[in-house]
């Protein structure tokens, strides 16, 4: 079983920067580790649903973003690490939330969380104005 655990978040002020780390251990059913799949990072803030932030695929070739957050957010991969990071600058108060990675079923694009099936605890981004 993939284990995922997230670190990184914080409090800082409007206009600051943070950067998550998602640490991977573990393997799937088949044997394989999260370097085979594509990985995401979802965010939810309280009382909201589970929405999507960024997504890269398993080589890190490809990257997608959701428009909130399209050219201040940057998603990055270590496979030699097993880690996943999402470098966070430009922060608003509107990014506050807990911030999830998680592992697609594939490698594949999926903005939906239902296209993942392991995730972390989460990680507490609380962004002041």
């Known amino acids: 079983q993939v284990q995922l655990v997230e670190s990184g978040g914080g409090l800082v002020q409007a206009g600051g920067s943070l950067r998550l780390s998602c640490a991977a251990s573990?393997?799937?059913?088949?044997?394989?580790?999260?370097?085979?799949?594509?990985m995401g990072w979802f965010r939810q803030a309280p009382g909201k649903e589970r929405d999507f932030v960024a997504h890269?695929?398993?080589?890190?070739?490809?990257?997608n973003y959701a428009g909130s957050v399209k050219g201040r957010f940057t998603i990055s991969r270590d496979n030699a690490k097993n880690m996943v990071y999402l470098q966070m600058n430009s922060l608003k108060p509107e990014d506050t939330a807990v911030y999830y990675c998680?592992?697609?079923?594939?490698?594949?694009?999926?903005?939906?969380?239902?296209?993942?099936?392991?995730w972390g605890q989460g990680t507490q981004v609380t962004v002041s104005s």
């Open positions: 890269i695929s398993a080589s890190g070739g490809n990257t």
């Open positions: 998680a592992t697609a079923f594939g490698d594949y694009y999926s903005r939906s969380p239902a296209g993942y099936d392991y």
């Open positions: 573990g393997r799937t059913s088949s044997g394989r580790t999260s370097s085979s799949y594509a």
